[in-house]
Structure formats: C-alpha cells, structure tokens
C-alpha cells in the first residue's frame, strides 16, 4: 500500500515492456512474410484470452470467487461487437446491390434487405429489439462493456447478498453461464441460434484491406488492451482496495468486523472483471471470425480457470503467463501439424491427447506447485533479494531466524 | 457516567438449545469489564449478539447516546458504529504484512471507491507506528502477519482493533495461548485502551483478570449469575459452584 506505483508494482515495466518487444517482433516477421495471418490472429486472440484471464484473477486469486461465469461475459463482449459488425457489413454489401437498381432504395427498403439477410437462417427477417443499436458503432461498443457489467451486477448482487459463498457460488456461476448459453441456442432469443454471428473478421467499409493487415491491426489492439487492462488491474490490486480483496478471500469475517462492505467490494470486483472480460472478448472475436453459443460451454469456464491455477493465482503476471503459454502449446498440439503416435494398440491422437495432459498437467500443478508457473519468479527474485523477511524459515520468532539467514 | 451499551432480555436458541437466555448487561463509556464463565456458557455468543452475527430470538440492544438500535443492522455497520471485535482465533491477514494489516483497520471511508483511491499519509503511517509500538510489533511492521508467533498475532489483532478507534472494545479470550509475559503485557494494552473507550473481556484465566482489576461478570447458561468485584464474585455460592469449585 505504501511506496511509488512501481514500487509497489515491480511486474508493470517487465510485462509491459515485453509485450511491447513480442508486438514489435511479431509485427516484423509478419511484415517480411516470416508468419502466416492465420498465426498472427492466434497470437492476437491469444493476448485477448491473456486480458481475459487477468479479470479471472481479479475475482479468483484476489478475491477468492472462483467465477465460472467470466466466459458468458466474454462472449458477450464478442456478440455485442459482433451485433454492428455484421449489421454495417451486410448494409454495405445490400447497399452495393441495390444501388444498381433504377430506383433508388428507401431507407427501410435496405433495413428489410439487411434483415432478411442476417436472420435467413433462423427464418426470420426482422430485427429482433435487442438489435436496436446494431447500426451504430459507438452504441455496441458501450454495450460491450455495459452488458456484462449489468449482468454481473444483477446475478453478483443477488449472490452476494445471500452470503453464498465458496463452491456454492462457483455452482450458481456456473448454472448462469450454462443457462444463458442455452437461451442463446434459441432462434427466438434474437442472436441467431447456434449459428451465432459469423463473418466477423471482415471489417464494414475496409473491404479493400487485406486480412493481414487486419490481423496486425487487432495484434495491436489486443496489446494495447492487455496492457492497458495490466496497469489498470495493479492499481486496483495494489492499493488499499486490494488488501481488502485479499482480506476477503483469506478471511472475510476478519474485514466485515472491520466495517467494510464486503458484498460491495465482492461486487465491485466481480463487475470491474465483467467489464474487463467484455472488452477481452470484444477484440477476441472480429480474429476468431464467429461467436456462437457453444463458446459458452462449461469447457470453455473451466480452461478460464485452468489458464489461472496454472500460471499462478493472486498475482497478475501469472494469469497472463498461464493463458499465453497454455493457450499457445494448446493451439500447437490441436493444430494437427503434430503427426500422431503409433504405439501399437493405442494410437496417440494429439488433438484428443493434449486435453488429457492439460488435465493431468492441472492437478500436477495444483498439487506440487500450488504457486503455479508464476511461482518461478519468485526463485529468481529472491535469489536477487536475499532479504527474506523471515519468510519460509518458519514462524518461530525466538530463533533468530533472519540473522542466521543472513550468516 | 453514561451508557454506552444496554443489552436488555436478549434470548437466543440453536435448534431448541437456548444458548443465551433472558441476559441483560450495561457497558459504561469507558469502563473495563471482564466476562467469565465456563466452557458453553454462552460469553462467544453473546458478542455475536451485539456484533451483528447472530440475531437473537427476543430481547433489545440499545447503543450510544440516542440509544439506536443495533438489531438489524449488518456486521459491518454495527462496526462502523464503533464495536470492534476480536475473534477467540486470532484472525488477521496473514498473507500481508503487519503494517498492511493495520492500515487497512486505521479508521476511514470503508466504501469500495474510498478505498480504491485512498494512499496512506504521513499522519496515518505515523498512527501506525504508535500503534505498532502500544502492540509490541513495531520491529515486526515488514514482516508477514502470517510468520507472527500466536501471540503477536492476538497482539495485532488488538491493534487493528485500536487502529479502527471503536467506542466498545470486544475481546475474546485474548491471552489463550500466551506466554506469561505475554500475558501480562496483554493486560497492560487492554487496560490502556479501556481508559478512553469501554471494554469487554472475555477470558478463562482468573489470574489474568485479577490483574485487570475490573467489575466481573459471570455467565453461566446464558444468563448473568452474578457481577461485582472479582473477589466478590469468587466469594459467591453460586458461582464456585457452577465454575471455580469444579
Ligand atoms: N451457531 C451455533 N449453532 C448451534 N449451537 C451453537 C452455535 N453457537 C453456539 N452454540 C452453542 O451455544 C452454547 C454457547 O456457546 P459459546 O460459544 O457462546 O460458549 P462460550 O461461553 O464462548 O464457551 P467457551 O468458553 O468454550 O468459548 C454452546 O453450547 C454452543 O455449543
Ligand atoms: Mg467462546
């Protein structure tokens, strides 16, 4: 709490100093022809999911909620920009279409057009009211951050109230997630069903802009997001607010006998997180190309969560470190580049395999290296500070511990 | 002098089991008071009562000088009222460090935003170190709470109560687990503190509240069995026989 920012932030410089170097590099080997778009938009969703693994750290490592409900609040953040992709772009393909006519079309007689267009598949052609704003891009934008920031508020509100805690609550995250994905999968719900938006990647009015530009375009959006999501996070964490996080998650008693407002600060950070995984996913999606439903998924909350145990939870830079690594060995060993294993009676499949070891890799770690692969910074730093403070000599204060550590 | 709490015919049950029981008890502003009895007898509970955790059954808690209400209002409202707690565990935050500990219980704004932008000023980081030093830990400010021998973690957590500046002190068990020096520094702290606020102090050890030198309340089955001096509490038949004889 006390001391400059960096002080107390020594992560800030070295993460966003290396994402600036891996955004540069990146963009280099991409403009001498060295990575191919494909890769450039892995990397670029990568960095969302990083952003995305940042706000579940807020929740789970700082404040102890295990919520399974952060990726209903990234796909939202997806369908919300998705909503104006495709309504700008399919207006700009029926404009085009029309305007060879003699005629020329009536406002409306394009809006029927557009619709009829987007909602073909679900056999439908009228806008459905949740597309009101569809048409303008500051509008949906808003909504990317405000539509999961309510929801999280409403259910968070409602959770929090009633005290319900620990596995609990992680079980009602869960069920949300899972029951708005369901309603999602329904035609009259208004997102196109299990179709979801698609055609994302194309850009309204650039049409002339090839996809490797696009891709190096979000590759710097998703940079300037995680590291704009990164110094917003540590300030939150390392100020008195996230001592009182911190405080909640080891003993929550201890901080509402203190007078604090435990509900408003858990609800606080639940929404803070909502509104950061809404943008995540906002910039994850346009490089993904589609969002449907079945990104929802309980899989989907679990790998969330996993990203974070594995890197290291309750401090920032393990949730970026777990998401990129196990996200990029992740596309690696699912790309199906990796010839398979023929072992006699059994066949190593890699794509079906990788999940296997991922779970297996997650109780490992869970079980020997609960600091998870953040863990590691710790050897280097202390055995730069050899100042241990006492630490991990044991509690015994009448042995002198730090002098002889010192010796 | 002036009341500053006023529990009144205050029963609670668990299940049919009536852990408190008819008990009235009045706190003076800055009065120190020790509470006994054994194992059972309903002395956790009934801070439970007046901190907000447990609603009794019946019964009324009257606060302050407009004599408000503390029935029905939250844990953390009733602490903001100016009842601080501390807990017969010690329970501080053991993965922060002491000064941490003590600056997020100094008395402020406790609302998220408050908290979002508050940085500690040169007064605050000045009342922490008194307060480290009135607890004994002011070599200890940089270490982790969690690496605290059990005492100093109930020495901390009267600081944090100190540092959150309550109008009522209470203390549960505060010397169990401590040393005799320990002991008798804890009763130092204490009788500091009830000199400018009241305190109640729940403790087993009759030696350790001789030395507070206080009016003694004994609970037996939830309800007062007698209150007094501690010599004539002890010299009560009542009371040896439900506590000391045994
Ligand atoms: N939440 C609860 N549910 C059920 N029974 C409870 C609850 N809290 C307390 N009790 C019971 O109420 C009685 C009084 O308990 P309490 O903890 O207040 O005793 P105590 O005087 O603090 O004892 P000790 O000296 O052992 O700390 C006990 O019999 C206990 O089992
Ligand atoms: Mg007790």
Redesign the interface.
């Known amino acids: 709490m006390t001391g400059s920012f960096l002080k107390r932030n020594p992560s800030v410089p070295v993460v966003l100093g290396l994402l600036l170097i891996g955004t540069l590099a990146i963009t280099a080997m991409a403009a001498s022809g060295g990575l191919s778009t494909s890769f450039v938009k892995t990397l670029g969703m990568t960095l969302c999911l990083a952003l995305a693994a940042l706000a579940m750290d807020l929740v789970w490592g700082y404040a102890g909620i295990l919520s399974l409900g952060n990726i209903a609040f990234f796909a939202l953040g997806g369908y919300m920009i998705g909503m104006w992709l495709m309504t700008a772009r399919t207006e700009g393909i029926v404009a085009e279409s029309l305007a060879g006519q003699a005629i020329p079309p009536t406002p409306q007689e394009i809006r029927d057009a557009v619709g009829g267009q987007i909602f073909g598949v679900v056999g439908s052609s009228d806008f459905p009211t949740i597309w009101a704003f569809s048409g303008s891009l500051p509008a949906q934008l808003a909504l990317v951050v405000l539509v999961p920031s309510a929801l999280a508020l409403v259910f968070g509100w409602l959770a929090f109230r009633s005290r319900v805690t620990g596995v609990y609550l992680s079980i009602l995250t869960q069920a949300m997630t899972l029951a708005l994905a369901l309603y999602l999968f329904q035609n009259d719900a208004g997102l196109r069903g299990n179709n979801g938006l698609s055609g994302l990647q194309n850009l309204p009015g650039l049409s002339g802009v090839p996809q490797s530009t696009v891709s190096l375009w979000f590759l710097w959006g998703s940079a300037l997001a995680l590291g704009l999501g990164y110094l917003l996070c540590a300030f939150v964490v390392s100020g008195k607010f996230g001592a009182i996080l911190r405080g909640i998650r080891d003993n929550e008693a201890r901080v509402r006998f203190l007078g604090y407002p435990v509900e408003g600060y858990k609800l606080a950070v639940f929404t803070l997180s909502a509104a950061i995984t809404g943008i995540a996913g906002a910039l994850y999606y346009p490089q993904a190309g589609i969002v449907n439903p079945a990104e929802m998924m309980p899989i989907a909350s679990i790998y969330l969560a996993v990203w974070v145990a594995i890197g290291g939870r309750g401090r920032l830079y393990g949730a970026v470190i777990g998401a990129i690594a196990v996200s990029l060995i992740s596309s690696f060993f699912t790309s199906g580049k990796l010839p398979d294993l023929d072992l006699g009676p059994l066949r190593l499949v890699w794509v079906d395999w990788w999940l296997v070891m991922l779970g297996f890799s997650f109780v490992l770690v869970t079980l020997l290296a609960p600091k998870g692969l953040g863990g590691l910074v710790d050897l280097w730093t202390q055995r730069r500070r050899p100042a241990r403070h006492g630490a991990d000599l044991g509690p015994d204060q009448g042995s002198f511990r730090e002098e002889e550590a010192k010796a | 002098m002036s009341t500053l709490l006023e529990v009144s015919g205050v029963s609670v049950s668990f299940d049919g089991f009536r852990a408190i029981n008819n008990l009235s008890f009045h706190m003076g502003a800055a009065e120190l008071r020790a509470v006994i009895g054994p194992n059972g007898a309903g002395k956790t509970t009934f801070m439970d009562i007046v901190?907000g955790?447990t609603r009794p059954d019946k019964g009324t808690i009257r606060w302050g000088e407009k004599g408000i209400s503390l029935l029905g209002l939250?844990?953390?409202?009733i602490?903001?009222e100016g009842v601080?707690?501390k807990?017969q565990k010690p329970?501080?935050?053991?993965?922060?460090t002491v000064?941490?500990n003590l600056?997020?219980?100094l008395r402020n704004k406790?609302?998220?935003?408050a908290?979002?932008?508050?940085?500690?000023g040169p007064a605050d980081?000045e009342r922490v170190d008194a307060l480290s030093e009135t607890i004994g830990l002011a070599a200890?400010l940089?270490?982790?709470s969690?690496?605290?021998?059990h005492g100093?973690k109930q020495w901390l957590e009267i600081g944090?109560l100190l540092a959150?500046e309550p109008r009522l002190l209470l203390v549960d068990e505060p010397a169990a687990g401590m040393t005799v020096a320990e002991r008798e520094k804890t009763t130092e702290i204490l009788v500091e503190a009830a000199k400018t606020r009241a305190v109640v102090v729940v403790e087993h050890d009759m030696e350790f509240v001789r030395r507070l030198n206080c009016r003694v309340t004994v609970l037996h089955e939830g309800s007062v069995l007698a209150e007094g001096s501690l010599d004539h509490v002890t010299s009560n038949p009542d009371v040896i026989d439900v506590y000391l004889g045994r």
Request: charged share 30%; hydrophobic share 40%.
């Open positions: 901190t955790k939250s844990e953390a409202r602490a903001r601080g707690r807990f329970t501080v935050f053991e993965d922060q000064r941490a600056l997020v219980a406790r609302g998220p935003f908290a979002l932008f508050w940085r500690p980081l200890h940089d270490r982790k969690g690496e605290l021998s100093q944090m959150q």
